[in-house]
């Protein structure tokens, strides 16, 4: 539950206020590439005797683990917007009765013993339904009560302090019931922590959380169509990729492409090349910068294939003959020798590239993935 909603002026009346600091958040993120680690630093409030933390200090320390494990095993499998590799760290402290709090640390108090309903605070919030970047500034307090807590409840409360709102209607709204879903979330965590799942649009969202403030590179992504003739070579290419944008300008980046081999006729010498390569799908590079309104993108791949040639003449056959260690964009190669220009624009741009009676020409189409944030259902 996300609790303390901000209202103008009286945002500074929310519980845990006294946590808060303008420059420095309990959560933060470290970026590498693509890859992003957030880390949740929380105090949890306090062990009364030494009785209770004999029995709850294991549990506790073993939950919040269970809960850090299940959104990484989540998260390996989901990259946030299709770029980004997100994992979740979480660095819990247990005070005793009488020990300071961290202010560096978000302050949660927890009780036990009792039942409740746990939340933290979230004073940069409108609704509980907002994501929002406020615990990467500022820490915020809160309340866990342990007897009510089951590893799914605690992933789901430590993902608000990565920024995430509730997926449930409270209080009720236009004829919803309390904490009913909002719609498409039905079994995701956000909106039940009993049993919910991580899912494709959490990810998204995190990656849209850290993207306030531009806390990530930029990330594209895109598609290549490419269709070289020449030679003995008709080769039909099909790509997808994305690649990130440093505050420097330069450009990194990945695909996957697929090729097929068109027999190539009426050719000079009279004869019909047909070729096949193994395998057809290889992975590719994407590098280079961006320039004024433009990138200058380098196509490439460390990947070398076996391919095997064969010719009909009239009457005759040449082959098969088989070569190994093949670039596989040996059919493109005009298009892969020099820079493939794009406005930074969402949108297509035609291509052409040509060497003597060799001609490619194909198209690219790109996005901005992390531009736009992820639609909350309403």
């Not at 929380?42 to 494990?69: K, R």
């Not at 915020?140 to 302090?161: D, K, N, P, R």
């Not at 904490?179 to 919910?196: A, E, K, N, V, Y």
């Amino acid at each position: 539950m996300k609790a303390c909603i901000a209202i103008l002026m009286l945002a500074a009346l929310c519980f845990g206020a006294q946590g808060a600091r303008a420059a420095t958040g309990g959560t933060s993120v470290a970026v590498d590439g693509a890859s992003a680690t957030i880390t949740v630093r929380f105090d949890l409030c306090c062990f009364q005797d030494a009785t209770e933390q004999t029995i709850y200090g294991p549990l506790v320390q073993a939950e919040v683990q269970a809960a850090q494990d299940m959104w990484n095993a989540a998260l390996a499998k989901l990259p946030g917007k299709g770029c980004y590799n997100l994992k979740a760290v979480f660095d819990v402290r247990l005070l005793n009765k009488g020990e300071p709090w961290d202010p560096d640390y978000h302050q949660i108090k927890i009780d036990y013993e009792r039942p409740g309903r746990s939340f933290s605070t979230d004073p940069g919030g409108y609704s509980r339904n907002d994501d929002d970047d406020t615990v990467y500034n500022q820490t915020v307090g809160g309340q866990f009560y342990e007897t009510s807590m089951s590893v799914g409840t605690w992933a789901h409360e430590i993902g608000h302090l990565m920024g995430l709102g509730d997926d449930y209607y409270d209080p009720p709204s236009l004829g919803h019931a309390r904490s009913s879903c909002l719609g498409g979330r039905d079994g995701t965590l956000m909106c039940g922590s009993q049993s919910g799942t991580i899912d494709q649009a959490l990810a998204d969202r995190l990656a849209d959380i850290l993207n306030i403030a531009d806390r990530l590179p930029q990330c594209w992504k895109g598609t290549l169509t490419a269709h070289g003739q020449g030679n003995v070579y008709n080769d039909q290419m099909e790509m997808s990729f994305t690649f990130l944008q440093d505050a420097h300008w330069k450009i990194t980046g990945a695909g996957k492409a697929r090729m097929a081999h068109l027999p190539a006729a009426n050719l000079p010498d009279g004869c019909v090349h047909t070729r096949t390569m193994a395998p057809e799908e290889f992975a590719t590079t994407l590098n280079g910068a961006r320039v004024g309104e433009e990138f200058e993108l380098l196509l490439g791949t460390m990947e070398r294939v076996t391919v095997q040639y064969s010719a009909k003449c009239g009457s005759g056959s040449v082959g098969p003959n088989t070569v190994a260690g093949v670039s596989p964009f040996v059919g493109i190669a005009p298009l892969t020798a020099t820079e493939i220009r794009i406005p930074t624009l969402n949108g297509s741009s035609p291509m052409h590239a040509t060497i003597p009676q060799w001609e490619v020409n194909g198209e690219i189409t790109i996005e901005c993935a992390s531009c736009t944030r992820t639609p909350r259902p309403g």
